[in-house]
């Protein structure tokens, strides 16, 4: 009788074990705080997410397929408990937060609306770029100068493919203001990459550190 | 002709699909007379791209959690460790 195939494993991919639970919170702890507290910015429900993923993992651990690697299938779990949080929040009129004044978007332009920097590196391969840790260091960086809700609308949309009504509930702000947060982001984002990324040398360097 | 700080702001909603006939013939007609939004344009959809493949790629998602001065505190991996260990297996 014929092997039977291996499902989206790959040839040379060997199946991976889950941990002891005993090790969990010292191997996969930090990641799953980090990975929560971008999208939701308060430790203690940071804290509480990752505890509820834990459980949840404890649980489910016979699902553990060993297709992907552990932190990939605990950041699976925790994906659900923040999208679970963010629905049982309990309904606030939805799109009450009004936004600040963002002075830094205009501070990108001239007063006659032009760029005070124009826009000159062009970009290169995404797939190339992303396999560059330096690449990521420094987008996490330009993340971070970002105002709260600006990287949170733009991690949840964009990063995390949120459709734009649960987004707004989740930021707690009408369509056309989550259309804002997204523009100020990336306007923000582009020319900080674009400085610290695309115009360097730095990206077409062949020894950068691969992930 | 609209402004290059306008037309970053219908860049940005070309990438969330709610550009309207007009706008959209507002970014041509801009696009073809200013080489700067040209070039700013592509970096946004490369933008698009990189927070794509964050979302996508588990070793991307993992890179972008680097950051050196977040941790679960102490108290609370305490807390969480006695409570795995105590929970029904």
């Known amino acids: 009788m014929p092997d039977a195939p291996l499902t989206d494993t790959g040839p040379q991919q060997p199946l991976r074990v889950l941990p002891d639970s005993q ?42 397929r060993g297709t992907s690697a552990p932190s990939t299938w605990f950041i699976a779990i925790l994906k659900h408990k923040i999208l679970d949080h963010f629905r049982q929040q309990e309904d606030k009129p939805s799109g009450s937060q009004q936004l600040e004044n963002a002075p830094f ?18 970009p290169s391969d995404p797939a190339h770029d992303a396999e560059n840790m330096d690449f ?12 709260e809700n600006h990287r949170r609308a733009f ?8 459709n734009s009504g649960d987004a707004c509930r989740e930021l707690n702000v009408s369509a056309t203001n989550l259309s804002v947060l997204l523009h100020r982001a990336r306007s923000r984002l ?22 | 002709m609209i402004s ?11 990438l969330d699909g709610r550009l309207s006939g007009w706008q959209r013939f507002a970014l041509k007609t801009h696009l073809l007379l200013c080489s ?17 493949i964050a979302g996508t790629e588990p070793k991307a ?13 102490p108290e609370a991996a305490a807390r969480i460790k006695a409570m795995l260990e105590q929970a029904p297996k």
């Open chain 1, 23 to 64: 090790t969990w919170v010292d191997e996969f702890g930090g990641i799953l705080y980090r990975y929560a507290m971008l999208r939701v910015d308060d430790r203690q429900i940071a804290e509480e997410l990752v505890q509820e993923t834990f459980l949840a993992a404890l649980k489910s651990r016979n699902g553990f």
């Open chain 1, 105 to 122: 978007v205009d501070g990108l332009f001239t007063f006659t609306l032009h760029y005070r920097v124009k826009p000159s590196a062009e």
């Open chain 1, 136 to 147: 990521w260091r420094i987008f996490r960086r330009c993340l971070d100068s970002l105002p």
């Open chain 1, 155 to 162: 991690i949840r949309v964009t990063v995390d493919g949120v």
């Open chain 1, 190 to 211: 582009r020319p900080c990459l674009e400085k610290n990324w695309l115009g360097t040398a730095r990206r077409g360097n062949e020894d950068g550190r691969r992930i």
């Open chain 2, 4 to 14: 290059c700080r306008k037309a970053a702001e219908l860049m940005s909603g070309e």
């Open chain 2, 36 to 52: 700067g939004c040209v070039i700013a344009r592509k970096q946004f959809h490369w933008l698009q791209k990189m927070a794509h």
């Open chain 2, 61 to 73: 998602t993992e890179q972008l959690c680097m950051d050196e001065k977040t941790d679960l505190p």
